[in-house]
Nanobody, 118 residues
Framework: QVQLVESGGGLVQAGDSLRLSCAASGRTFRVYYMGWFRQAPGKEREFVAAISRSSDSTNYADSVKGRFTISSDNAKNTVYLQVNSLKPEDTAVYHC???????????WGQGTQVTVSS
């Protein structure tokens, strides 16, 4: 199993920035991709960003391109999501996920709340 623990969320104002972290532990050798998803109240969970273990491949949702940056520190088994120029519509619970290929997400964290006030 792989355990994922997110941190870094909070209540911020529009235009502010946050850095979300996701620490992985357990059988991390099974993980080749890590990603971030978010779910706003009353909405479906949506993909935000993903990164390969080697960091040579990243992918972003159109809605966050240019504002969010995903990165990883393999020595710490940690993935980060730098979120800049936050908007009220970015308000959601942000979940970290991990999987073998960037398509299947087998492991999920509990999430960290990001609330952006206008």
């Amino acid at each position: 199993q792989v355990q994922l623990v997110e941190s870094g969320g909070g209540l911020v104002q529009a235009g502010d920035s946050l850095r979300l972290s996701c620490a992985a532990s357990g059988r991390t050798f099974r993980v080749y991709y890590m990603g971030w998803f978010r779910q706003a109240p009353g909405k479906e969970r949506e993909f935000v960003a993903a990164i390969s273990r080697s960091s040579d491949s990243t992918n972003y949702a159109d809605s966050v391109k240019g504002r969010f940056t995903i990165s990883s520190d393999n020595a710490k088994n940690t993935v980060y999501l730098q979120v800049n120029s936050l908007k009220p519509e970015d308000t959601a619970v942000y979940h970290c996920a991990a999987g073998p290929d960037g398509i299947r997400w087998n492991y999920w964290g509990q999430g960290t709340q990001v609330t952006v006030s206008s």
